[in-house]
């Protein structure tokens, strides 16, 4: 299994965000990924001082969505409009950089190692999204020339599944915002799991956005392995012991996740440590064959 165990802060309570990204500190992968709309727009203050404290410890955070507090500010900085502002999201070049500089102050990073456009396919203006992704890629090409970004990407929801967005059209975006064949766009977010299964089906016969993403070097983080936490309910014992027999509902739903090919990175979103180590262990034991997959998905998919 490829794929390593990622951190993802959405679900975190505050109290409990700093002691979760200690454990990640010290994992495999040493990656946490956030928003600045996570926590009720707290996330990036309560993780800049364990960021502080372990500098090998990376981080992706996001630009998109507005808590009220961002709106006001962007709105006063006059990087933001109305339409977007009461429509909470934003992919306005001019707020894509104000954002990027207010991510790096607020998590006390010089150099962030990823940010995701967070669901482009919420923009109010859905007939000229690629063009606000040529801005933006344009933006995020700038700062990564100063130093202040290595690397960056989108995350979505429903992006792919709605068909708003592929890999080829964002490939050629970032190409064109660079001016050169090569550019930063290295990265690619998206739900994979037993449930939100469309792109997992496709990467299991090499097609699709996992699949195009991979074969471009791109790293693809899969979100939402668990499905906000029902998955654990939805699946039955009979599906998991046809994956693991033996392991537990929630360890075989995170190890398919991770052994879906192209994925590089899991993100768990918990406090719990022993969830966290249970997810550890669960990707240690090596991947699910992909016959054994193709069969659940195709269980699942069937009419009841």
């Known amino acids: 299994m490829n794929a390593t165990l990622g951190l993802g802060t959405y679900r975190i309570a505050g109290e409990e965000l700093a002691d979760a990204a200690r454990r990640a500190a010290s994992s495999p992968a040493a990656w946490i990924d956030t928003a600045?709309?996570?926590?009720?727009?707290?996330?990036?203050?309560?993780?800049a001082p364990v960021l502080a404290n372990h500098p090998g410890l990376r981080v992706a955070t996001k630009t998109g969505f507005l808590t009220?507090?961002?709106?006001?500010?962007?709105?006063?900085?006059?990087?933001?409009?109305?339409?977007?502002?009461?429509?909470?999201?934003?992919?306005h070049a001019p707020y894509v950089r104000w954002r990027l500089e207010r991510n790096r102050a607020e998590l006390g990073r010089h150099r962030l190692d990823t940010l995701f456009l967070h669901n482009p396919e919420r923009t109010t203006r859905p007939d000229q999204l690629h063009d606000q992704l040529r801005?933006?890629?344009?933006?995020l090409e700038e700062a990564a020339a100063a130093g202040h970004l290595t690397t960056y990407g989108i995350a979505t929801w429903s992006g792919f599944t709605e068909h708003r967005i592929t890999v080829p059209d964002l490939d050629r975006l970032a190409a064109e915002a660079a001016g050169a064949r090569e550019h930063h766009l290295r990265a690619l977010q998206l739900p994979v799991s037993l449930v939100m299964a469309d792109a997992f089906d496709?990467?299991?016969?090499?097609?699709?956005?996992?699949?195009?993403?991979?074969?471009?070097?791109?790293?693809?983080?899969?979100?939402?392995p668990l499905?906000?936490?029902?998955?654990?309910?939805?699946?039955?014992?009979?599906?998991?012991?046809?994956?693991?027999?033996?392991?537990?509902?929630?360890?075989?739903c995170l190890a398919a996740?991770?052994?879906?090919?192209?994925?590089s990175m899991l993100m768990l979103s918990t406090g719990n440590p022993g969830h966290w180590d249970e997810a550890l262990a669960a990707l240690d034991e090596?991947?699910?064959?992909?016959?054994?997959?193709?069969?659940?998905?195709?269980?699942?998919?069937?009419?009841?």
């Open 36 to 47: 600045p709309n996570y926590t009720g727009g707290c996330a990036h203050r309560l993780l």
């Open 68 to 91: 009220p507090g961002t709106a006001r500010a962007a709105l006063a900085a006059g990087v933001l409009d109305q339409e977007d502002a009461a429509a909470g999201h934003s992919l």
């Open 135 to 139: 801005a933006a890629f344009a933006v």
């Open 202 to 224: 496709q990467a299991l016969v090499g097609r699709g956005p996992i699949a195009d993403a991979a074969a471009l070097g791109w790293q693809v983080h899969a979100s939402a």
């Open 227 to 252: 499905h906000g936490g029902e998955l654990p309910t939805l699946a039955t014992r009979e599906l998991a012991g046809l994956l693991r027999p033996g392991a537990s509902i929630p360890a075989v």
């Open 257 to 263: 996740s991770a052994s879906c090919p192209g994925v």
């Open 286 to 304: 090596g991947p699910i064959p992909a016959e054994s997959m193709r069969k659940v998905l195709d269980v699942l998919a069937a009419p009841q």
